[in-house]
């Protein structure tokens, strides 16, 4: 059965960074898409970020491009999600999912595994 679990959500102060990773078990990370999501409180699920199995970078609301860089890991089965700059908008909670593929749009629909997500609180 694969499994993805997220973890590194925190409260993080307006302007700081937080590192989310998303670990792999029961497969082959190296031979997946890795897509982020994020949902706010009220808001639909978006897509933030996604990697492909060549490692090719897909980065979709323009409030994030240039401050949240993706990479991935193949041996350690593990998708990385820095965020830097953090925003009040950033706070959300964050999914980490396997993808048909990474070309724009990306949306929820597209995706195959999901996470559990893990939560992060941008304070004023």
């Known amino acids: 059965q694969p499994l993805l679990a997220e973890s590194g959500g925190d409260l993080v102060q307006a302007g700081g960074s937080l590192r989310l990773s998303c670990k792999a078990t029961?497969?082959?990370?190296?031979?997946?898409?890795i897509g982020w999501f994020r949902q706010a409180p009220g808001n639909e699920r978006e897509a933030v970020s996604c990697?492909?199995?060549?490692?090719?970078?897909?980065d979709y609301p323009d409030s994030v491009k240039g401050r949240f860089d993706i990479f991935r890991n193949n041996a350690g089965g593990t998708v990385y999600l820095i965020m830097n700059r953090l925003k009040l908008d950033d706070t959300a909670v964050y999914y980490c999912?396997?993808?048909?593929?990474?070309?724009?749009?990306?949306?929820?629909?597209?995706?195959?595994?999901w996470g559990q997500g893990t939560p992060v609180t941008v304070s004023s």
């Open positions: 029961g497969f082959e990370m190296r031979f997946s898409n």
């Open positions: 990697i492909s199995i060549s490692g090719r970078i897909w």
């Open positions: 999912a396997t993808v048909e593929s990474c070309d724009s749009p990306l949306t929820p629909s597209s995706a195959i595994h």
